[in-house]
């Protein structure tokens, strides 16, 4: 059973920064892309930042220049450095580790933006 374990959510003020953590709960060879999806209360969940396993980047509009995703493929753990965070940020984080033909999600983590 491969378990997905995010950490890093926390209460942060307008301005601040905060960096994501999702782990793999067992070395897996084949993971391809990982993922940082968020879901705020009423709204539908939404891609936030793309890593390949190459390295490469993809970010929502919304948050290019703030969010900086990577990703550690000798621990199998991605990354979401959040900088200048707004209150517009404040969301479910959900993490997504693409595997074969499928793919697998973490429970998510809490970040709230406020002052």
């Known amino acids: 059973q491969v378990q997905l374990v995010e950490s890093g959510g926390d209460l942060v003020q307008p301005g601040g920064s905060l960096r994501l953590s999702c782990a793999v709960s067992?070395?897996?060879?084949?993971?391809?892309?990982r993922e940082w999806h968020r879901q705020a209360p009423g709204k539908q969940r939404e891609l936030v930042a793309a890593?390949?396993?190459?390295?490469?980047?993809n970010y929502a509009d919304s948050v290019k220049g703030r969010f900086i995703v990577s990703r550690d493929n000798t621990k199998n753990t991605v990354y979401l450095r959040m900088n200048s965070l707004k209150p517009e940020d404040t969301a479910v984080y959900y993490c997504y580790a693409a595997v074969g033909t499928g793919g697998y999600w973490g429970q998510g983590t809490q970040v709230a933006v406020s002052s």
């Open positions: 890593i390949t396993a190459g390295g490469s980047t």
């Open positions: 067992r070395s897996i060879s084949s993971i391809g892309d």
